[in-house]
């Protein structure tokens, strides 16, 4: 049975293994950037503080050996002073010449601020070994997130945000960046999204600050702009059966699409309830649920066959040895997708 638990600094180098499978932005592989997050990490677990740009949430997935095989974060606020949430906002725009009776609608891309920007979930990378393996792995480390949420609510901002990964080619290099973010500021792609991780000024001092047409970049390009690399559509639809949908925006450096939703809003998060522990065991055909125990630095979850009745629950003995609980404990009970998708790598 795999285990959902908060990430420690000892677990550095199998994170680190993990990023290497798809080294995107919010999870490179660079040690030193990894290192300092599982730092913010530990703290934040710690001190459960309202949310700040400062505290990440990262999460590992184990099995029964102790061996990390997934990994999964959220980001208590992205947004802050200094440090804004950048977006570009997609409108649609019509042009009309009745003398010549043609219409053409236009999508515009504007840049967009703000630093007090939502909670935003994202790292997440499961082990190719255990993809579609029973015991719903990716749907733990997915919704596992939104369980912990549920359980500590004034530590995050009332939206929660996704920005899905986009497609890169073979050298790193993205479409859009190439044909919009390179001729405004004269960078490569892994050149500004370096720099975008301590100062963001030179985005808002560079890119228009006007509505810009989207129809001046190739067909190709366009075709491009909100579309999810094929390695996170599972990531996404795991999202989108928890209620986030696409808000209008794009990131401004690879034109990945945000996905989001009010916090309040999100399934698993709206039907999470605590329930004492019953004895027994649940019958075969229980549906399966994300069962949670402990809070901050303890947090634990599993994905569980489950018997909700009144104010208790009936779990197997594997999920209440590996929550550390008994009859009669309390333990957070949320809903848990029917479907978990092919595979989950990248954002979301």
Request: proline residues 7%; charged residues 25%.
């Amino acid at each position: 049975m795999f285990l959902l638990r908060a990430s420690t600094p000892a677990d550095l180098p199998e994170i680190l293994e993990l990023a290497r499978y798809t080294d995107s932005p919010n999870l490179p592989t660079d040690e030193a950037f990894l290192r300092e997050r599982l730092l913010r990490s530990t703290r934040a677990f710690a001190e459960l503080a309202p949310p700040h740009a400062e505290w990440e949430y990262q999460f590992v997935l184990v099995d029964e050996a102790g061996r990390v095989l997934g990994t999964s974060a959220v980001l208590a606020k992205h947004g802050s002073r200094g440090m804004p949430h950048l977006f570009l906002r997609v409108r649609q725009e019509e042009r009309r010449a009745d003398s010549v009776d043609v219409r053409i609608r236009h999508a515009t891309l504007q840049l967009g601020e703000t630093e007090d920007g939502p909670t935003e979930i994202g790292a997440l990378v499961l082990h190719p070994d255990v993809r579609g393996r029973p015991g719903s792995p990716g749907r733990l480390l997915s919704w596992g997130r939104f369980a912990f949420i549920a359980r500590h609510p004034t530590a995050f901002e009332n939206r929660i945000l996704a920005e899905m990964r986009a497609t890169l080619d073979a050298a790193g290099r993205n479409s859009f960046w190439e044909a919009f973010g390179r001729r405004f500021t004269g960078m490569s792609y892994a050149e500004a999204d370096r720099r975008s991780t301590t100062d963001k000024s030179f985005i808002l001092e560079l890119f228009p600050d006007v509505p810009f047409y989207a129809s001046l970049l190739d067909d190709a390009v366009v075709e491009q702009l909100g579309q999810v690399h094929e390695a996170a559509r599972p990531a996404l639809a795991l999202l989108e059966a928890a209620g986030m949908r696409w808000i209008g925006e794009i990131d401004p450096f690879d034109a990945g699409p945000f996905f989001g939703a009010a916090t309040s809003e999100i399934v698993p998060i709206r039907e999470s309830s605590l329930r004492a522990v019953s004895p027994g065991e649940p019958p075969d055909d229980a549906p399966q649920c994300i069962a949670a125990s402990g809070y901050g630095a303890d947090f634990r979850a599993v994905s569980t066959a489950a018997a909700v009745e009144l104010d208790v629950v009936c779990l197997t003995k594997d999920a209440r040895r590996r929550l550390g609980v008994d009859v009669g404990d309390e333990v957070q009970v949320t809903p848990q997708p029917a479907r978990s998708g092919r595979r989950r790598s990248g954002n979301g």
